[in-house]
């Protein structure tokens, strides 16, 4: 019996129908059809009770059906550690860079040091996207801003958290002023990230404005740090941003930053995975590595 014969046999009592399982396996009918046969006459029993147009299984036939998905799922398993011990077991991690920049490549470059076989790989997506990327199963671990007010099924590890900061461009009227305060900000125009894609971000600014009072327009929203940045060197507005965005000064120099003297709630930066699903070694011995890297970050 080979577990190619286990295979079309689930494939068939699962579609309930020769004709449908050939189709989907991409086998002609009889050749499918011998398989089964095969099958029966090696375990010496009935399989499958055969009609003029439809087919069901026996009382063989449906402990046969139980017992060979748990097979095929053990020997899936055994082929996929196989392959992880050749190439290395993958660590998928989705990040922001301008909450996780700090301290992500230190944490990076000493867990490989413990952990050279593990395949560090980044996905630099919005928070909607690095969600949508953990309950995929596309990634297994993300470093960003939890929701304030929403229950989530991740678990949240806290690495650190930031203030906030006044971006915009060096000859902003605003730039006069070392210090801004929440009355500065009125009537500016505001360059926000998207709202779909940064929730978190958007309540959380827009939120600011409402229990201060104050009147701005949103100039425009932007799918990234990239888009935004074009967008303040542009003079198009100003934008609150994580004071670990760090994108005023060094090549940046056209913008700059100010501190307000009352800002918005503080931004937590943490690891998140999934609380539904089993977590992996060398998935808990990262977030570790990014514990130690963020505490040695702060100032």
Not at 204 to 231: I, N, P
Request: charged share 25%; hydrophobic share 45%.
């Amino acid at each position: 019996m080979e577990l190619r014969q286990l295979k079309h046999f689930v494939a068939v009592g699962e579609a309930g129908s020769i004709t449908a399982a050939a189709k989907a396996l991409r086998l002609t009918q009889p050749a499918l059809s011998r398989q089964i046969k095969a099958l029966e006459e090696e375990l010496e029993t009935v399989l499958l009770e055969r009609g003029a147009h439809s087919i069901s299984l026996t009382q063989a036939g449906e402990v046969l059906l139980v017992e060979a998905r748990k097979l095929l799922k053990v020997s899936e398993l055994m082929i996929e550690k196989v392959k992880t011990s050749a190439v290395g077991e993958p660590l998928r991690v989705g990040y922001a860079p301008s909450l996780a920049g700090e301290f992500l490549s230190l944490a990076i470059e000493r867990f490989t040091q413990f952990h050279p076989r593990v395949r560090v790989s980044l996905w630099d997506w919005s928070s909607s996207e690095m969600r949508a990327g953990l309950a995929g199963g596309k990634l297994d671990l993300i470093v960003a801003a939890p929701c304030q007010h929403i229950s989530e099924p991740i678990h949240w590890t806290p690495l650190r958290d930031y203030g906030w900061r006044v971006v915009m461009l060096a000859e902003h009227p605003l730039g006069q002023k070392s210090l801004l305060s929440a009355k500065d900000l009125a009537g500016q125009r505001l360059l926000l990230y998207d709202r779909e894609q940064y929730p978190d971000y958007w309540d959380r600014v827009t939120g600011f404005f409402r229990e201060h009072r104050l009147q701005a327009k949103v100039a425009g929203e932007f799918d990234g740090v990239s888009s935004l940045v074009a967008a303040l060197e542009g003079n198009l507005g100003i934008a609150l941003l994580a004071e670990s965005s760090q994108i005023d000064g060094g090549q940046r120099q056209r913008l700059i930053s100010r501190p307000l003297t009352v800002e918005p709630g503080r931004i937590q930066v943490a690891a998140g995975v999934p609380t539904q699903q089993s977590v992996g070694l060398h998935v808990l011995a990262f977030i570790e590595e990014l514990k130690k890297s963020a505490e040695e970050s702060q100032p």
